[in-house]
């Protein structure tokens, strides 16, 4: 059984950085992508990055473009988001999530998080002003 875990979240002053990791306990990852999204009380889960397993396409949501890096360690199964130039606006609970890979990828959104199947409970990243 796939079971996605985030870690890596923690306090940071504006300006700084932290890297979150998420791994896979399961077997070797068969799915299509791995995306990061987060989430504030009251708002809906916001898109963050996501990368596709197999090439390493990177997908970026406007809010964090040009400040954040998804990557990849296949070899491994783990997945990384290297966030700088950390903002206030940027606290929230941040999710890994991936796909089971079932199904063509052709036209998939994976800027939504219905693209995906598997999710970690997630780990919070606060940003002081």
């Known amino acids: 059984q796939v079971r996605v875990v985030e870690s890596g979240g923690g306090l940071v002053q504006a300006g700084g950085s932290l890297r979150l990791s998420c791994a896979d306990s399961?077997?070797?990852?068969?799915?299509?992508?791995m995306a990061w999204f987060r989430q504030t009380p009251g708002k809906e889960r916001e898109f963050v990055a996501a990368?596709?397993?197999?090439?390493?396409?990177?997908y970026y949501g406007d809010a964090v473009n040009g400040r954040f890096t998804i990557s990849r360690d296949v070899a491994k199964n783990v997945g990384f988001l290297q966030m700088n130039s950390l903002k206030p606006e940027d606290t929230a609970i941040y999710y890994c999530?991936?796909?089971?890979?079932?199904?063509?990828?052709?036209?998939?959104?994976?800027?939504?998080?219905?693209?995906?199947?598997?999710w970690g409970q997630g780990t919070q990243v606060t940003v002081s002003s």
């Open positions: 399961g077997r070797s990852f068969s799915g299509y992508a």
């Open positions: 990368i596709l397993w197999s090439g390493g396409t990177k």
């Open positions: 999530a991936r796909d089971s890979g079932m199904g063509p990828p052709t036209n998939r959104r994976w800027y939504s998080a219905s693209s995906y199947d598997y």
